[in-house]
């Protein structure tokens, strides 16, 4: 205990805390802690190895698929600590994704024959590349059960654009992309009639079902997929399942790999033996190996056919041009992973022990000497599968996804049957290390770990299964993501995550300095098109316009109100209020909701937003700001007025504040001294540098942008005063305290922000 007790104590001190700090809290010390809560030494290791403390920020952002719930997760590596849900394929009511009408178009765009489909299976989220590496712009990712591509925009981490494909109606190899994002790729999962809503028994499986794999065209400087410069190659009923872009000299190729080549029909209802059996009776499946940069020329030429408007290359035409070849893969395979050189690509056997390396030379080498073993049903001509491997390796039971190291010919592959993390040496064909994990691990993730320059230092298994980790919730358990520490030669588990919002397929992290968000709008961006939003308006120009029976409302947020606070109507008339949030200052927002018409907006510092209803009941609905944006939050509201038909007002005036000149005077004084709090910290800011520091100086200008509103009420105060109208020259005067507030607000943040940042004197 001693020995325990001294090294726990030297480890505290490197890491730099120092005896002080346990003080604080209470008389225990760290090995009293340790004992009293049960830990080991290796927990603690484990905890300092995570622990991101106050103030400090995660090495690495993970974006993780949110499974069933039709969002994205993001979180900090290597704290665990989720950051974010992103809306894409479900409405997220927070960011008034779905209750707002920029968000609304968004997600009209993932309709499907005219009908709204307000949930998603997303799989697979990939970050966009600049040859081969993470960029950080924008992050894609696919809906299997509908079948969707979504672009989300990492300046803003908002969902801009949905994608339905054109020809498949499930799909599950996506989304992959090019070495420069030129092309987001999307396989199809099960086989269907490419054609929409035509129908085919399932008898003519092998002649009419298809599958296929698409290739979303995307334009970065827009930050879309053009959808009209997108095109899909025709494949045969397998089942695609994973798909991976080749990189250095596989650029322009990309795998798909399959299973159930044996284009198998079940019918256990009518005595057939299942899917599961029949899909699995062959020792192989196909690795589908795409020339797609020639693909792209062959439907530039004209050779595609159009397939609900779609440019198709049918197989005869990929055949006759070389674009796409097979190869053998060991019995029901899952995962394909190209090597960051680009040089081999790893497919996992699932039913199969073994991971098959395959070589991307002697493929090449295959096609140029047109040696083929034989072609398929379809004509498609397939490789040898030793003429085209570098090696294969037994891992373990089911192996499923392979995700590389920052050290050369170093990978981890997921064993899901064995719940481990195998470690091995691709190159030389090496088992190196196992590691358990807790349960039934799917995917796995390292640091950047599908470009050309995976980081190392950590992996995350997202376990299927998380049984007895957590405290019971019910019979509905969480996921479990574990982060494993891989800059050793051993694998350390350093810590369970429970992910509670879906079933994750698969997560990419970043290096956080690459993303670099904005903190504001331009003012008036309607933020789903970056576009100016035809309803914003500057402060001052508030109004709200009748047409008809249809009332647009232009409106402002800023600390405490809302303008106008009054909006009236009659009943049955069509409402769209749009909000344009006036604030610079980081962290601003404002929500806005009416009561009871299914609304919400998200309006952040900058954006301009609408929300659209039919005010269909008369009555009288407030209205409000839902995020705690200041100390007069609360007050920031106002009232919908839906008048009934032929209403006549009868009575015109407000009820009186009966307030007294003493009254007056107090609100006066107070307004006094806090001007004098605010000049001695305008002192304080304007006698250091502060104009090195970007933050504080928009915090300056907001602070000063508020005060600035006071500008003309002490007149006005002062000329109800002198009318002896105590009612409003007490509360113009209470207007100005309300704007103090604010400027004295930020002015102390920014004062605390330069003490604790080392701001120095100027003369
Ligand atoms: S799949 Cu889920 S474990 Cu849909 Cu990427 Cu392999
Ligand atoms: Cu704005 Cu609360």
């Not at 344009?580 to 601003?588: C, K, S």
Request: glycine letters at 8%; hydrophobic letters at 35%.
């Amino acid at each position: 205990m001693k020995q325990f007790n001294k090294q726990a104590t030297s480890l505290l001190l490197a890491a730099g805390m120092g005896l002080a700090a346990t003080a604080a809290w209470s008389a225990d010390n760290l090995a009293d802690v340790l004992k009293a809560r049960g830990l080991s030494q290796q927990d603690l290791l484990a905890a300092a190895k995570t622990y991101v403390p106050t103030g400090k920020r995660d090495e690495f952002v993970a974006f993780s698929s949110g499974g069933q719930s039709g969002q994205v997760i993001v979180y900090g590596v290597p704290s665990m600590r989720i950051l974010k849900y992103i809306g894409v394929f479900t409405p997220e009511p927070w960011q008034g994704y779905g209750f707002d009408e920029s968000s609304k178009k968004v997600l009209s765009g993932g309709r499907i024959d005219g009908k709204d489909i307000t949930w998603g299976d997303t799989h697979h989220p990939a970050i966009s590349e600049t040859n081969g590496e993470y960029d950080g712009q924008f992050l894609f990712i696919n809906d299997k059960a509908n079948p969707r591509l979504a672009v989300i925009d990492l300046r803003d981490f908002e969902t801009k654009q949905i994608v339905v494909n054109p020809i498949f109606k499930s799909e599950h190899g996506g989304a992959f992309v090019t070495t420069n994002t030129e092309y987001v790729i999307e396989a199809a999962q099960y086989p269907t009639p490419l054609e929409n809503k035509k129908f085919y028994p399932l008898e003519e499986m092998n002649e009419k079902y298809r599958g296929g794999v698409t290739y979303w065209k995307f334009d970065r400087k827009e930050g879309r997929i053009v959808t009209k410069d997108s095109f899909s190659l025709e494949l045969p009923p397998y089942w695609q399942d994973l798909s991976d872009a080749g990189k250095g000299p596989s650029e322009g190729w990309s795998f798909t790999n399959s299973f159930c080549s044996e284009r198998y029909v079940g019918g256990i209802e009518k005595g057939r033996p299942p899917y599961e059996a029949g899909c699995s009776a062959k020792d192989t499946d196909y690795l589908h190996v795409i020339n797609w940069k020639k693909a792209a020329e062959v439907v530039k030429a004209g050779k595609a056919k159009k397939i609900n408007g779609h440019d198709v290359i049918m197989m005869e035409t990929a055949i006759k041009e070389g674009l796409l070849y097979l190869i053998p893969e060991p019995k029901s395979p899952h995962g394909v992973d190209v090597s960051p050189d680009g040089k081999l690509i790893v497919v996992a056997g699932k039913l199969d022990t073994h991971v098959s390396v395959y070589s991307f030379e002697k493929i090449q080498a295959a096609i140029k000497a047109g040696k083929f073993e034989s072609k398929d049903a379809y004509g498609i001509p397939v490789i040898g599968m030793k003429d085209a491997l570098h090696t294969q390796v037994s891992l373990g039971l089911g192996p499923l996804h392979t995700q590389y190291d920052s050290k050369a010919c170093i990978a981890y592959t997921s064993l899901y049957v064995d719940s481990q993390v195998a470690k091995w040496n691709y190159c030389e064909g090496k088992v190196l290390d196992k590691i358990s994990v807790h349960y039934n691990i799917g995917h796995l993730m390292t640091m950047e770990g599908d470009s050309t320059k995976p980081a190392g230092k950590y992996l995350v298994a997202l376990n299927k299964l998380s049984i007895d980790r957590f405290v019971p919730v019910g019979p509905l358990q969480p996921q479990s993501h574990q982060l494993i520490d891989i800059s050793g030669d051993k694998m350390q588990l350093l810590y369970d995550m429970p992910l509670p919002l879906g079933e994750p397929h698969y997560v990419v992290a970043i290096d956080a300095k690459k993303l670099k968000p904005a903190v504001r709008y331009k003012v008036g961006t309607d933020s789903r098109t970056d576009k100016p939003h035809p309803g914003a308006v500057r402060a001052g120009e508030e109004k709200t316009v009748k047409k008809g029976n249809k009332v647009e409302v232009f409106a402002t947020l800023i600390r405490s109100h809302i303008t106008p606070e009054t909006i009236e109507v009659d009943v049955g008339d069509e409402v769209t209020i749009n909000l344009t949030n006036l604030e610079r200052a980081q962290d601003e927002t404002h929500g806005f909701t009416v009561s009871t018409y299914n609304v919400h907006a998200s309006v952040e510092p900058g954006k301009t937003v609408a929300v659209k209803f039919k005010a269909d009941k008369e009555g009288v609905y407030p209205y409000y700001c839902t995020e705690f944006c200041s100390a007069l939050h609360l007050e920031m509201m106002g009232y919908l007025l839906v008048k009934p038909k032929g209403w006549k007002p009868t009575k015109l005036t407000l009820a009186k504040g009966n307030y007294t000149e003493a009254d007056y005077k107090a609100t006066v004084k107070k307004v006094v001294d806090t001007q004098a709090i605010i000049d001695s910290v305008v002192a304080y800011i304007t006698s250091v540098n502060y104009k090195d520091f970007p933050d504080v100086v928009a915090m300056v200008e907001d602070a000063f942008d508020q005060l600035g509103k006071t500008k003309g009420l002490k007149e006005k105060h002062e000329g109800f005063a002198a009318k002896k109208d105590w009612e409003n020259a007490n509360l113009w005067a209470e207007q100005i305290w309300q704007y103090q507030v604010k400027t004295a607000d930020l002015g102390l943040r920014a004062k605390t922000y330069l003490e604790q940042n080392g701001a120095k004197k100027v003369k």
